[in-house]
């Protein structure tokens, strides 16, 4: 069975073409500048050669009738027809509460997808585009919607209501959604049998540190509380985004910046965050390379960045009542040995115990990194949100 997995954003449309019976990778590329002038598909199959096609894209469906002749192509392609798809997964971000887990999409799913993308209006359209381009090229293939939001939809009213007058939340659904949520649920599994454990026994922090960052306490399998909120601003710092804050800034901003509400948000989501204190990028690359050159405001973004992740694991072990594991994912997470052990460096008191010797010039390999004695256990783990919706849509199809 070879699954499509699909993951379209406002102007780019990243793909993946995985063989479930053996779950290995036949091909992966992306369509970007999609709209825009320059636009062209990035189409690499692992074991052919990879090509750029430089063409107009003027939607996504334009885009991905173009993946879809490259999957085919006899020098590139890795299907010898269409018929060889079997099924369609599309990520989509935000489902509201509607769904707590992945779903055949009908056009009642459709429909409910559509009055959430008030909720994510950056995210969902694009995502449901996808979904429309598939439904006219691909009509006979299934499809399924995998959603970022679902996998906390499991966490307690505790954990979700914001203590804003309820009648807000009933009236326009202002809570707690979390995202990021698949990567979340992919590295837990991987964890417990890293772990050799059952997952419905397992108290773990995951902490997902990319450019987009989130933790999420997985108490037995399932999220019960997470650091994103009503959108993915909340929490962590992030690359560009500044996370949890005192919200009375907000108005205050506005007055003595004469700013727009827009203006204000447009801070808090682009200008903010590592990027905003240290004022050299968002790429915590070059923000490790600025502080090695003692550039103080570097330095000091990736310790704000650092304890924040560390107080998150605290409370969420505080709300568990334990830990076994802390989990490292995502970008910063696999591939900064810094950052893991900087986040540990507090946690032996709770007897999360980093072994530097396991830790230093680790990069994406799934591994534990704590000292044996260690009775929390700290894990890099690779993350593959692909594979996960692939997964997903098998299960469903099946
Ligand atoms: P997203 O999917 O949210 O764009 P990723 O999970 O791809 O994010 O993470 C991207 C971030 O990971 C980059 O911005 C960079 O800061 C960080 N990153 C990647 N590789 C390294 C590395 N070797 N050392 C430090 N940070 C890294």
Known sequence: MKVLVLNCGSSSLKYQIINMENETLLAKGVAERIGIEGSFVKHEPVDKDKTVIEVALHNHKEAIKVVLDALQDKDHGVVSTLDEINAVGHRVVHAGEKFSGSVMITQEVIDALEECSDLAPLHNPPNLMGIYACQEILAEVPMVGVFDTAFHQTMPKSSYLYALPYELYEKYKIRRYGFHGTSHKYVAIKTAELLEKPLETLKLVTCHLGNGASMAAVMNGKSIDTTMGFTPLEGLAMGTRCGDLDPAIISYIMEKEGLDINAVNNIMNKKSGVLGISGVSSDFRDIENAAAQDN???????????????????????????????????????????????????????????????????????????????????????TNEELMIARETKALIS
Do not use: H, W
């Not at 570097?298 to 560390?310: N, S």
């Not at 605290?314 to 591939?335: I, Q």
């Not at 709770?350 to 396991?358: E, H, T």
């Open 296 to 382: 103080e405001r570097a330095q000091v973004a990736l310790e704000i960045f650092y304890k924040r992740v560390t107080k998150y694991i605290g409370a969420y072990a505080a709300e568990m009542g334990g830990l076994d594991a802390v989990v490292f994912t995502a970008g910063l997470g696999e591939n900064s040995d810094t950052a893991r052990k900087e986040i540990c460096k507090t946690l032996a008191f709770m007897g999360a115990n980093i072994d530097d010797s396991k830790n230093d010039n680790l990069r994406g390999k799934e591994a534990i990194i704590s000292t044996d004695d260690s009775t929390v256990k700290i894990v890099l783990m690779p």
